[in-house]
């Protein structure tokens, strides 16, 4: 049921739980696979999208918040956060575009409503998930999916 390893150098450090960090971890234990705590968001963008830009500014975004970069170990008996490096961000693009409309949609929300079913390894990570759903040359849906112990209510407003 606990997930443990050891760490590798590419992590950089760890760090005790939160309170509230610590009832997620425990409810994810003890209910492995669990998709109650995704928070997932689809953001419709319309007009030019340079994805090159986007990529990076996600890339800044992770280097820049280090929770956004954590997985959850159990160290000497304990749940930590391990801080890892920061990566450059890959963007998975998925093209739409020469379908039509009505399939469009359709597509698009069945994309989002298996990020929003799909469930997150705290060992594993990462706990953000982005991907780009390319409608048309100026028309672009971006799904965002995290795990509720990376982020709450308060972070997303």
Known sequence: M?????QTARETRTAPLSFAQQRLWFLDQYEPGSILYNLSAAIHLKGALN???LERSLSEIVRRHEVLRTTFFIVDDRPVQVINEARDFQLTAIELRESCLQEKEETA???AAEE???PFNLAEGP???VKLLRLAEDDHVLLI???HII???WSIK
């Not at 606990?2 to 050891?6: D, E, N, T």
């Open 127 to 129: 706990l953000l998930r």
């Open 116 to 118: 929003a079913r799909t």
């Open 51 to 53: 994805v090159t830009a």
């Open 2 to 6: 606990k997930a443990s390893r050891k």
């Open 145 to 147: 999916t995290m795990h």
């Open 109 to 111: 929300a069945r994309f």
């Open 151 to 153: 982020s709450d209510g």
